[in-house]
């Protein structure tokens, strides 16, 4: 949490004049229904947003060391924190897996009221043993519980000789996110949304069974994805804690170039193939129980949120959009046999 807080700070300055959650719910890789609204949230209610995860990311995590009730607040906290990020955008299992650790800030007094209580009960047995645990004299440590110690004192020592570059990073005014030190990679560094993107650009994929790409008849249709923007009508997906990995990639190559991002022209050529194993990560295949295409292009679009109540909204639309030129260029899977054989890439052969 303090690594994602940092490079926040150090980061994009719409995170130092708060006005980062203007653009994130519009532009974060895969927005689910829930960001659909939020987007349109008054901006005292964005600021708030960008001051609290501010809170939350770089003084909370200090309440673990402050006693046993600012340690149950910080647990609380951070859970509240992670379900506000689950509800507000698919960013897979990540906010899931954060949960786990702040459930260690909450003792057997403050989850008792979970259990029932009463003579019998569960709560009550617990009780009755450690009071027997605590009126006997310690055991004698045996060979076993030796061994284990020590093993537990010199994963220990470990963990904390690891640390030392990953605390160094974050004390580091260029200091880096998502990077390992170590081989083992046991402990790491982390960060997230250093810099927030502006605009919402999408890679579109298209094909074309027409023989000639540039004929003004040409039938272009677009492949669908499971998650991300594409067809205006079709409402945002709510897929945490899964991840649409394809989907999640595909946010960052329209962002840059396909120069940039080789494997989207990897991607094309299966797509000239009918490649069966790479259609399964596409929600819509309009070549399906066809020939496959005779060209794939990449058309690059901006997409906004459509406004709730708006006309758009009213015909349907989630999202409008302007196409800003191509993404890359149409390509036969002739055209690519020596790009494959150059990078190595296994040449597809047409279903």
Same mark, same amino acid.
């Given at each position: ?10 980061? +994009? ?30 901006? =005292? ?7 609290? /995860? ?14 046993? @009730? ?33 459930? %260690?800030?909450? +003792? ?15 709560? +009550? ?28 004192? %010199? ?32 402990? /790491? ?20 069974? *027409?023989? /000639?790409? *540039? ?35 595909? =946010? ?32 819509? /295949?309009?070549? %399906?129980?066809? %020939? ?9 679009? @901006? ?41 190595? =890439?296994?040449?597809?052969?047409? +279903?």
């Amino acid at each position: 949490m303090l690594g994602a807080g940092l490079i926040k700070i150090r980061g +994009d300055r719409c995170w130092r004049d708060l006005t980062c959650m203007d653009f994130h719910y519009e532009t974060q890789p895969v927005p689910n229904p829930m960001a659909y609204f939020l987007h349109r949230s008054p901006w =005292w209610v964005h600021r708030f947003e960008t001051l609290s /995860n501010h809170f939350l990311e770089l003084v909370v995590p200090f309440f673990l060391f402050l006693g046993r @009730r600012m340690c149950i607040l910080h647990g609380a906290l951070q859970i509240l924190f992670q379900v506000v990020l689950i509800v507000s955008g698919n960013l897979s299992f990540l906010n899931w897996l954060t949960i786990v650790p702040s459930i %260690a800030c909450f +003792d057997d007094a403050t989850l008792g009221f979970l259990f029932p209580s009463g003579p019998g009960s569960l709560k +009550d047995r617990v009780l009755k043993m450690q009071k027997e645990e605590a009126r006997e004299a310690g055991p004698t440590p045996t060979y076993g519980c030796m061994v284990r110690q020590a093993a537990n004192l %010199a994963l220990g020592v470990l963990v904390a000789w690891l640390s030392i570059p990953v605390v160094l990073n974050l004390l580091s005014p260029k200091q880096v996110m998502n990077s390992s030190f170590n081989p083992l990679r046991i402990v /790491n560094t982390y960060g997230a949304f250093g810099s927030i993107t502006r605009e919402r650009t999408e890679v579109i994929l298209q094909g074309t069974a *027409s023989p /000639n790409a *540039s004929a003004p008849d040409a039938v272009w249709e677009d492949y669908e994805f499971k998650c991300k923007p594409g067809d205006l009508r079709r409402r945002p997906c709510l897929i945490s804690p899964y991840h649409h990995r394809l989907d999640w990639l595909m =946010w960052f190559a329209a962002f840059q170039t396909y120069e940039q991002h080789e494997w989207v022209i990897h991607l094309a050529g299966r797509l000239l193939a009918n490649d069966a194993e790479v259609l399964s990560l596409l929600a819509f /295949n309009p070549f %399906a129980d066809k %020939a496959p295409p005779r060209w794939v292009r990449g058309e690059h679009y @901006r997409y906004k949120f459509s406004r709730p109540g708006g006309l758009h909204a009213a015909d349907g639309k989630w999202w409008i959009r302007k196409r800003i030129g191509p993404y890359f260029p149409p390509l036969s899977l002739r055209n690519l046999k020596g790009y494959f054989r150059s990078r190595e =890439w296994p040449y597809p052969a047409p +279903d």
